[in-house]
């Protein structure tokens, strides 16, 4: 269920390292319960965009307004840095390309999972343990690896480990960076799967950025598509995908066939 | 406290307390700023000493920089006043200060320790000095230092408790023997040096001023007087100290801390206190109870 209330604002987000502009003058909303993608290629300003979205990379100019407590909209960059870290680990979740970037090593799966609910303040051992189980058998992985660490599991299955911990706190909006990068085909189809189930199930407002337009299309409501740090078109994913009107999105599905 | 280098009868060619003056005066004005924020980490110029990192740098430079002629200095290692490097670290304040030195904890001024905190409870005006390994108790699960002193700054002490969940997970019980975390003044998670958890509730309200020195990673931090310090802990988990079946095989001791001392290949093994002053000091009073019932 897509909400009417926006929950997420970017108003003109330039990002520049020196004199590079990697996102120029992007503006974007998202919903509660809404799936947004954005796909392009490799240098577009993707990345860039979803890193000064999720409060890590201040933009050289533009405002990223957020709904802090469900507050209404706020600048994300006017908060203190201890609000915008509360914000970022308590309302948000982050799903990395690489799960080791998601993960910490040394940490159990366990662990990795109940310890977004810590930074929430849970304390007690035994809810946090049932969490860490409840949240394995979610992502279907087998709960009696629940002690293991990371090192010990498959790509694909530590993939699923940091889309638990990155749900398990029950976060109001998740950044997704090429949640599915990395992994072969076969692997792929199934993580799109869970997490498109999860998606739908928990009502997620999820802004997901990927090169794979698979990946858009499973997953996405809508659809920007970026060339060069510029959006060139957006609109309703199945639009977007089944007539593009720009020439380079014409490309970009036609490559993709 | 005072130093007072024309009086000393020390080592010629070197300046009293080995360390220069200047260094001294750094140390003290970290020491102070550790002092007024409890449990903080302050950073520090650690100085090169002689003797390897991890053998207690961090702690001799503490000691140096507050050790004068008046002081009675007293070193442990493992709670054992005879272990090399207690030994050694003694002897040298005493060839470098002029210092007495001692075995006996009610009579130091400075203790210097690693690993342990005497069983005899200190009292106002004494300084305990703790050598430190590993300072800050984020570490472990956090590598950037710029990600830690943000989560310090902004009490973000998620991983503490993240480690107390995997012992708990993993092993079923509280796996950290030694360095267990704690708060500190309701405020800054700090690490208690690796002494065993048998030790940290002595750390809390205690008369005596506590500082950890840590040379390899040049930082100080420090317990002033009479302030809280409490165990994390998870709810449903509560704090738990080592316990021993048994009592010491030498003094008896059923309260103090124990050693397991293997004596011969087959097997065999007994437990005595770790803190040997402690241990020598109660059966000395032991056989004298004993002389003086033989006499009546």
């Known amino acids: 269920m897509i909400g009417n209330e926006i929950l997420l604002e970017a108003r003109g987000v330039t990002v520049r390292y020196g004199l590079t502009v990697a996102c120029d003058n992007v503006s974007l909303d998202l919903r509660a319960g809404e799936v947004l993608g954005i796909v392009g290629e490799s240098g577009s300003g993707k990345t860039s965009l979803l890193t000064s979205l999720s409060g890590r990379l201040r933009p050289a100019s533009g405002e990223v307004l957020f709904d802090v407590g469900g507050q209404g909209l706020t600048d994300v960059y006017g908060l203190s840095e201890p609000e915008r870290r ?102 792929q189809a199934r993580l799109l799967d869970l997490l498109r189930g999860l998606v739908r199930e928990l009502g997620l407002a999820v802004m997901v950025v990927t090169h794979d337009l698979a990946v858009a299309r499973l997953l996405a409501d809508r659809l920007m598509v970026m060339k060069n740090g510029r959006v060139v078109e957006a609109g309703l994913t199945d639009q977007v995908l089944d007539d593009p009107q720009d020439a380079y999105t014409q490309l970009l599905v036609s490559a993709a066939m | ?166 012992s708990y997970a993993r092993l079923g019980r509280q796996a950290s023997g030694a360095g267990h975390p704690v708060l500190t003044n309701d405020r800054y998670v700090m690490t208690p040096s690796p002494i065993p958890s048998f030790d940290n509730p002595k750390l809390d309200n205690c008369p005596a001023l506590q500082l950890f020195g840590a040379g390899r990673e040049k930082r100080i931090y420090a317990v002033p007087p009479y302030t809280s310090v409490v165990s994390l802990h998870l709810d449903g988990k509560p704090f738990e100290t080592q316990r021993w079946g048994g009592a010491c095989e030498l003094c008896g001791s059923t309260e103090s801390y124990l050693d397991e001392v293997v004596t011969d290949d087959e097997g065999g093994r007994m437990y005595v206190c770790s803190d040997t002053h402690f241990c020598a000091k109660r059966r000395e009073a032991g056989e004298a109870a004993l002389a003086g019932g033989q006499d009546q």
């Open chain 1, 86 to 187: 509360r914000v970022r680990r308590e309302e948000w979740g982050f799903v990395h390309q690489n799960p080791r970037d998601g993960l910490r090593l040394r940490i159990s799966a366990g662990g990795n999972i109940v310890e977004p609910l810590l930074m929430c303040g849970e304390r007690h051992y035994d809810t946090m343990r049932g969490e860490a189980l409840e949240w394995l058998s979610r992502v279907e992985l087998d709960v009696a690896r629940v002690d293991q660490r990371p090192s010990q599991f498959s790509g694909g299955m530590q993939q699923r480990v940091q889309i638990a911990r990155a749900l398990a706190h029950q976060p109001r909006l998740v950044f997704m960076d090429e949640p599915t990068g990395g992994l072969d085909v076969s692997v």
């Open chain 2, 1 to 166: 406290m005072n130093a007072q280098p024309a009086a000393a009868p020390t080592l010629v060619g070197y300046n009293y307390a080995y360390l220069d003056e200047q260094t001294k005066r750094m140390i003290r004005r970290t020491m102070l700023k550790a002092i007024a924020i409890p449990g903080y980490q302050v950073p520090f110029g650690s100085r090169e000493m002689p003797i390897p990192y991890g053998w207690g740098t961090g702690g001799i430079q503490l000691t140096a920089s507050l050790i004068g002629n008046d002081d009675v200095f007293k070193c442990i290692d493992q709670g054992a006043d005879d272990t090399t490097n207690a030994v050694s670290i003694r002897a040298f304040f005493a060839k470098v200060a002029g210092v007495a030195t001692t075995e006996d904890t009610e009579a130091a001024t400075i203790i210097q320790s690693r690993h342990r905190k005497p069983e005899h409870a200190l009292r106002e005006g004494q300084i305990m000095i703790y050598q430190v390994p590993q300072p800050d108790p984020l570490r472990r699960y956090e590598a950037r230092e710029t990600e830690t002193r943000a989560m310090h700054a902004y009490r973000e002490y998620a991983l503490p408790y993240v480690g107390l969940y995997e």
